[in-house]
C-alpha cells in the first residue's frame, strides 16, 4: 500500500511540472497496481 502511495505521490509532483508524459507513464503505473491490488483481494 506504501508503494502505490508513492506512486501517487509521484504522480501529483509531475503534475505540478506539467510533464505530460510523465504523468501518463505513472498513471499507467497506479492503474496497473489498483489492479493487482484487486485481483489479490
Do not use: C, F, Q, V
Not at 21 to 33: E, V
Amino acid at each position: 500500500m506504501s508503494e502505490l502511495l508513492k506512486l501517487y505521490r509521484a504522480r501529483r509532483y509531475y503534475r505540478a511540472l506539467n510533464d505530460r508524459p510523465a504523468m501518463a507513464y505513472y498513471t499507467i503505473l497506479i492503474h496497473a497496481a489498483e489492479a493487482d491490488l484487486g485481483a489479490s483481494a
